[in-house]
């Protein structure tokens, strides 16, 4: 069975649910850390975003994987800018970037409403 990056995403996101009511102050600062890194600034929100895709292909993590291609669909990335930086992933990190960069490919595939294979 294939794995679906929205059920991943899906499941996840009610894990982290229970996380913030539980551990609330690790929760609100995680986030604050986030919004803080992911505001535009000198780099773009999008470009932050393609930053962080390449560092969940490289890590390894579907979660993250999931979130940061939904997050890069919602900024209007196109295909091609996904494409490009993990032809970088690949580059960087070889064989197992390889096949995190597929399983990206993928996510982007099941999430994109408006996706094609050209």
């Excluded at 850390?33 to 505001?39: C, E, I, S, T, V």
Aim: net charge neutral; hydrophobic share 45%; glycine share 6%.
């Amino acid at each position: 069975m294939s794995k679906s990056f929205v059920q991943i995403t899906t499941d996840v996101s009610r894990a982290l649910a229970t996380l913030r009511k539980e551990t609330p102050d690790t929760m609100q600062g995680f986030n604050a850390m986030a919004k803080g890194a992911m505001q535009d600034g000198e780099l773009s929100e999008l470009q932050k975003e393609l930053i962080a895709l390449a560092i969940a292909v490289t890590q390894r993590c579907d979660a993250c994987v999931g979130f940061h291609v939904k997050a890069l669909i919602r900024l209007g990335a196109s295909r091609q800018q996904m494409m490009e930086t993990l032809s970088v992933c690949t580059y960087m990190g070889g064989g197992p970037a390889l096949m995190y960069a597929a399983e990206a490919v993928r996510a982007w595939e099941e999430m994109s409403p408006k996706a094609t294979t050209a």
